[in-house]
């Protein structure tokens, strides 16, 4: 399968779920406490022994991702301190070992595929349990004399990452995206024997989407077969969008938190509002790429109560705009003062962000508006030169078109 064919249904639902949820719930103070606090393997310890998400229920998850307009998913299936949400074969280090004692990965998979949304796996390559893991990069014991003189043996730790990625796409059913967590400095490409991984990972599931923090560089008009099928900016919507080296428009997927952090943190409670997430899912789509949102579940496994409300609010505006989004994309005309453009074949659909005063004007579209309607409600918009053009300057190419004064409350589509 080509990179277009494998995300061609990637590309078209545009807007997902990301879910950071492991032991670092428990301290809720996001998923790096353990880097940022220096926190040893033995004092980690008691979050394992403790784990019981006793209301984790993640059809209520899927519910709350589906409502929310969100069409897949990717759940963290280990992250950084190496603690494994699935039941892998290769490590004691697993949540059926905790009191949860449960596959919380079968059941995330089970629950998001009975609502319809695709299913991805978050796994991190960095790994601050495993003994053969060197002490690089933010590694909790990075400064730790004693454990930096630990003899390791990297490849072990291949083997098993190689390994647990095995099992993930072996006994789960189908897995529609790989996201992996990620490469730095000199640990990249094959730092992971990540042609190897790559091309185990494709005989096993020659359809999954994969992103592209193995390494690589996705831009170059033949990227490693490791660089990945899509970019993934972080925090960061990228301002010209992402093209390749030929500037050929190229898959992307923005990942944003709905506060500051990735994992729980009990305190942070600077939310995003729903209109902001909306905007930034339109200024996605209108840049050709896709919006993963994040939510951190707590230690009982319940996603935040303020999560929940902005996806509902965000899946409210989704009901009535949504053709706005699934399957549009760049559109083929410059972005216009008032807002963004998104486009799916010969449906432009505008954004209204900023309406000023008067008709709306969109630049060089005098005689090319078939129909304007009001994506909420359908209401008809006439498609007018008004009498006093001639006092609007320079409007020869334009087409204005005049909304309600008064708008139904989430709408600001065209
Ligand atoms: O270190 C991780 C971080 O915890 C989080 O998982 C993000 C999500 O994209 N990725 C890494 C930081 O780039």
């Given at each position: 399968?080509?990179?277009?064919?494998?995300?061609?249904?990637?590309?078209?639902?545009?807007?997902?779920?990301?879910?950071?949820?492991g032991?670092?719930?428990?301290?809720?103070?996001?998923?790096?406490?353990?880097?940022?606090?220096r926190?040893?393997?033995?004092?980690?310890?008691?979050?394992?022994?403790?784990?019981?998400?006793?209301?984790?229920?993640?059809r209520?998850?899927?519910?709350?991702?589906?409502?929310?307009?969100?069409?897949?998913?990717?759940?963290?299936?280990?992250?950084?301190?190496g603690?494994?949400?699935?039941?892998?074969?290769?490590?004691?280090?697993?949540?059926?070992?905790?009191?949860a004692?449960?596959?919380?990965?079968?059941?995330?998979v089970?629950?998001?595929?009975?609502?319809?949304?695709?299913v991805?796996?978050?796994?991190?390559?960095?790994?601050?349990?495993?003994?053969?893991?060197?002490?690089?990069?933010n590694?909790?014991?990075?400064?730790?004399?004693?454990?930096?003189?630990?003899?390791?043996?990297?490849?072990?730790?291949?083997?098993?990452?190689?390994?647990?990625?095995?099992?993930?796409?072996?006994?789960?059913?189908?897995?529609?995206?790989?996201?992996?967590?990620?490469?730095?400095?000199?640990?990249?490409?094959?730092?992971?024997?990540?042609?190897?991984l790559?091309?185990?990972m494709?005989?096993?599931?020659?359809?999954?989407?994969?992103?592209?923090?193995?390494?690589?560089?996705?831009?170059?008009?033949?990227?490693?077969?490791?660089?990945?099928?899509?970019?993934?900016?972080?925090?960061?919507?990228?301002?010209?969008?992402?093209?390749?080296?030929?500037?050929?428009?190229?898959?992307?997927?923005?990942?944003?938190?709905?506060?500051?952090?990735?994992?729980?943190?009990?305190?942070?409670k600077?939310?995003k509002?729903?209109?902001?997430?909306?905007?930034?899912?339109?200024?996605?789509?209108?840049?050709?790429?896709?919006?993963?949102?994040n939510?951190?579940?707590?230690?009982?496994?319940?996603?935040?109560?303020?999560?929940?409300?902005?996806?509902?609010?965000?899946?409210?505006?989704?009901?009535?705009?949504?053709?706005?989004?699934?399957?549009?994309?760049?559109?083929?005309?410059?972005k216009?003062e008032?807002?963004?453009?998104?486009?799916?074949?010969?449906?432009?659909?505008?954004?209204?962000?900023?309406?000023g005063?008067?008709?709306?004007?969109?630049?060089?579209?005098?005689?090319?508006?078939?129909?304007?309607?009001?994506?909420?409600?359908g209401?008809?918009?006439k498609?007018?030169?008004?009498?006093?053009?001639?006092?609007?300057?320079?409007?020869?190419t334009?087409?204005?078109?005049?909304?309600?004064?008064?708008?139904?409350?989430?709408?600001?589509?065209?």
């Amino acid at each position: 399968m080509t990179r277009e064919e494998r995300t061609r249904w990637f590309l078209h639902d545009r807007f997902g779920m990301f879910i950071h949820w492991g032991l670092y719930a428990i301290p809720a103070r996001g998923e790096w406490v353990k880097s940022n606090e220096r926190i040893t393997t033995e004092a980690y310890q008691p979050y394992f022994e403790e784990f019981n998400p006793i209301r984790y229920n993640p059809r209520e998850w899927a519910k709350a991702a589906k409502e929310a307009g969100m069409k897949y998913a990717v759940l963290t299936t280990k992250h950084h301190d190496g603690f494994c949400l699935f039941d892998s074969k290769l490590t004691a280090y697993k949540a059926t070992n905790t009191p949860a004692g449960r596959d919380l990965v079968r059941e995330y998979v089970d629950a998001f595929r009975a609502e319809g949304l695709a299913v991805g796996f978050y796994y991190s390559i960095i790994d601050w349990h495993h003994p053969d893991y060197p002490a690089v990069g933010n590694h909790p014991m990075r400064e730790n004399e004693e454990y930096l003189a630990k003899p390791v043996n990297f490849d072990n730790y291949l083997d098993y990452m190689h390994g647990q990625v095995r099992e993930l796409l072996t006994d789960y059913g189908k897995i529609d995206i790989m996201w992996f967590d990620y490469s730095f400095d000199d640990m990249t490409g094959e730092k992971w024997r990540a042609t190897e991984l790559i091309n185990m990972m494709r005989g096993i599931q020659p359809h999954i989407v994969i992103d592209n923090r193995l390494g690589g560089n996705i831009k170059k008009r033949e990227p490693e077969v490791y660089a990945g099928d899509f970019y993934s900016p972080e925090q960061i919507i990228p301002p010209g969008g992402i093209v390749n080296e030929a500037g050929e428009q190229i898959p992307w997927e923005a990942c944003i938190t709905l506060n500051g952090h990735w994992g729980y943190h009990a305190t942070d409670k600077e939310y995003k509002s729903p209109k902001q997430v909306v905007r930034a899912l339109v200024e996605c789509v209108s840049k050709n790429g896709n919006l993963l949102l994040n939510v951190g579940p707590d230690a009982k496994g319940e996603i935040p109560r303020e999560s929940l409300d902005i996806l509902a609010e965000v899946g409210k505006w989704m009901r009535r705009n949504g053709d706005s989004v699934y399957g549009c994309g760049l559109a083929d005309r410059p972005k216009p003062e008032w807002g963004r453009y998104t486009q799916n074949g010969s449906k432009l659909y505008a954004h209204i962000l900023d309406r000023g005063i008067g008709p709306v004007y969109f630049q060089g579209l005098k005689g090319k508006v078939r129909k304007a309607r009001l994506l909420a409600d359908g209401a008809e918009l006439k498609v007018e030169v008004p009498w006093m053009a001639g006092h609007y300057g320079d409007t020869a190419t334009g087409a204005f078109i005049s909304l309600p004064i008064t708008l139904p409350d989430d709408a600001d589509t065209v």
